[in-house]
């Protein structure tokens, strides 16, 4: 089945440093994977689509310049938190579909910043 | 915007006992809808996925039932056990079928 890799599973950072989150496609190509984020006692929102070969689209009260998707190939898309903050402390989760097949999420990251 | 509603919030069962899961949403040009189960500080599992052309789908214990021309969803899970214990998301996709929109979920406690 579809299998979605995302790294590292928790980081803890301190503040004003950048963090990397990598996910990747195991067993087949995406060319759009979506980046989530779920603050503690709340529902997962959608951040951002993450298009193979193009910018990203960015949802509505997500910076841009403050997280940054690149993807760069069909199996792997980066998200990287830049100058994190404690308010950037979340469960960020990536996830890749398969058309009408479904969509595999990630096993999420957690991230701490401090 | 899609608005997704799960009801109850939390719900606590003996074991063995049979329980449906709710979830409402707002908008019912759907492309298709999704449950997954989220263990405390975990990903997701994928249980059921239905076709907004779908009424229900089966696995093992669970059944989710579709009805988009009402905006409603529901999860029924037979006999359930203490490993079933969980937050149960339902999430709707829209129309081109790959973004989600989650509901707030349901915490579920099975007692052994």
């Known amino acids: 089945g579809a299998v979605v890799s995302q790294h590292p599973s928790w980081v803890i950072c301190k503040s004003g440093t950048s963090v990397k989150i990598e996910c990747r496609s195991l067993?087949?190509?995406?060319?759009?994977m979506f980046w989530y984020r779920q603050f503690p006692k709340q529902s997962l929102m959608l951040m951002a689509t993450s298009n193979e070969g193009s910018k990203a689209t960015y949802e509505q009260g997500v910076e841009k310049d403050k997280f940054l998707i690149n993807h760069a190939s069909l199996t792997l898309s980066t998200l990287t938190v830049t100058s994190a903050h404690p308010e950037d402390s979340s469960f960020y989760i990536c996830?890749?579909?398969?058309?009408?097949?479904?969509?595999?999420f990630g096993s999420g990251t957690r991230l701490t910043v401090v | 915007k899609q608005e997704v509603t799960q009801i109850p919030a939390a719900l606590s069962v003996p074991e063995g006992e049979n329980l449906v899961l709710n979830c409402s949403f707002t908008d019912s040009a759907i492309y298709n809808l999704q449950w997954f189960r989220q263990d405390p500080g975990k990903g997701l599992t994928s249980l059921l996925l239905?076709?907004?052309?779908?009424r229900e789908q089966t696995s093992g214990r669970l059944n989710a039932s579709l009805d988009k021309s009402s905006g409603r969803s529901t999860l029924y899970i037979a006999a359930s056990q203490p490993g079933d214990s969980a937050t149960y998301l339902c999430?709707?996709?829209?129309?081109?079928?790959?973004?989600?929109?989650f509901g707030t979920g349901t915490s579920l406690t099975v007692i052994p």
């Open positions: 067993d087949f190509q995406a060319t759009t």
């Open positions: 999430a709707v996709s829209r129309t081109t079928g790959n973004q989600f929109y």
């Open positions: 996830s890749a579909g398969q058309g009408t097949r479904g969509y595999t």
């Open positions: 239905i076709q907004s052309s779908q």
